[in-house]
Each structure stands twice: as structure tokens, then as C-alpha cells.
């Protein structure tokens, strides 16, 4: 009855492990300096569309459940309207790339 659930904390759990592990273990080395700046500075807006393409199939997935019925609904309702919105981002801002 829950296995769905527990398969999704498994991966929750991986994935912290994933991003903090490194950080708790190097704590006690040399930082880098503060002037350095990160490889990728995330907006707002893009925070929160990849918080969106993250929530939208977890919530398709809970209410569809397609580990149960089948499984052509929460590709068309769940994963098609995350990968057509990002695809459609990834073709203007490559148009507006080559422009400017």
C-alpha cells in the first residue's frame, strides 16, 4: 500500500545525501575565498520553475497513481506540460541568444 511512498523518500534521502554529505565532510577544510563566485546564479523565477517541474509530476503522480492504472495519462498530464514548457524556454532563449 505505501511502497510508492517509501520509493519516493528512498530517493529524497539519496538525493540529500547527494548534496550534503559533501559539505558536512569538508567542513573543516580551507574555504575557498569569498570572492569567488558560483558557476550558476539561479533567479528567482528559475528557482521557482525547477521547484515547479518538481512538484507538478509529484502531484500528477499522486493523484493519477500510474503505478496502478496505466501509465499513458500521467505522461500526456504529468510529464508532457513540464517537458513542452521546458523545451519552449530552451528554443526562445536561444533565439534571444543569437540576437543579442
Known sequence: M???????LVLVAIILGIVFLPRILNRGQEKKSAASKP??????KMRLAIAASVLWPAAMAASIQPWKEDLFPFLY??????A???IIYWVFTG??????
Open 77 to 82: 498530464i504529468g510529464l508532457g506540460p513540464v
Open 84 to 86: 513542452v514548457i521546458w
Open 95 to 100: 533565439f534571444r541568444r543569437n540576437k543579442g
Open 39 to 44: 558557476a550558476v546564479v539561479l533567479s528567482g
Open 2 to 8: 505505501f511502497s510508492g511512498i517509501q520509493e519516493i
